[in-house]
């Protein structure tokens, strides 16, 4: 079946530092593919998305392009701030109508330190 | 607009009571899940419906019940509360199901 694989974490990096959290995943076909972020006591919300391959979704300075050749959406962040820390989700959609919802990776803490 | 909103936002329930998770959303989407989210798990998808009328099992189903009498209310119930239900419940909604998904801000909730 289909499956999200994320980095595990914490990562921890320092203030103005690059980011980059690694997914995979593993479909029949070509799915959407999502970013969401989950702040301390909060749900999740959708920072990015991209439904087709070689689309990057971008949002509040992140990026994540759609690679069909290695199955990746990997997030990008040039410059990280303290604010940014927080759980990070892949996560892909569900490819026909007998599917039921999207699928999520297990999450990455990022942690930046000022 | 409220989006979804989630009742009630906690709970600390003695074990074998019965608990209904409240959730409504307000923007007409068509499907709608609940999830819930231990610590290192991730979310597991408890239950979905499609569209309103229609309800389907997701990972871990067992305990939990759900109904989808119109397109806004999924409430979650758990007949017999048992202390493995002890997370955070996560009610979320979509247009459809492949589209991406709106999240309420959760429940915590503790059976003891």
């Known amino acids: 079946g289909d499956s999200v694989t994320q980095m595990e974490g914490p990562v921890t990096l320092s203030e103005e530092a690059f980011l980059t959290i690694n997914c995979t995943y593993t479909?029949?076909?070509?799915?959407?593919l999502f970013w969401y972020v989950q702040y301390p006591g909060e749900g999740l919300q959708l920072l990015l998305k991209?439904?087709?391959?070689?689309d990057k979704g971008s949002n509040k300075g992140f990026e994540a392009t759609y690679r069909k050749e290695t199955t990746s959406f990997h997030l990008e962040k040039g410059s990280v701030q303290v604010s940014d820390s927080a759980v990070y989700f892949c996560?892909?959609?569900?490819?026909?109508?007998?599917?039921?919802?999207?699928?999520f990776g297990s999450g990455t803490r990022l942690q930046v330190q000022p | 607009i409220a989006g979804i909103t989630q009742a009630p936002t906690s709970q600390i329930l003695a074990a074998g009571r019965r608990m209904t998770l409240r959730c409504t959303q307000d923007?007409?989407?068509?499907?709608m899940y609940w999830y819930r989210q231990d610590l290192g798990l991730g979310l597991r998808l408890i239950h979905y419906?499609?569209?309103?009328?229609?309800?389907g099992k997701g990972e871990v189903p067992d305990g939990y019940s759900v109904s989808r009498a119109n397109t806004d209310d999924f409430p979650l119930t758990l007949a017999s509360a048992v202390p493995s239900q002890t997370s955070v419940y996560f009610c979320?909604?979509?247009?459809?199901?492949?589209?991406?998904?709106?999240f309420g801000q959760g429940t915590r909730l503790t059976v003891v």
């Open positions: 479909a029949t076909g070509y799915p959407s």
């Open positions: 923007m007409r989407h068509n499907a």
């Open positions: 996560a892909l959609s569900p490819l026909d109508t007998g599917r039921r919802a999207l699928t």
């Open positions: 979320a909604s979509s247009l459809d199901s492949n589209t991406e998904a709106f």
């Open positions: 991209a439904t087709k391959a070689d």
């Open positions: 419906s499609n569209t309103a009328g229609t309800t």
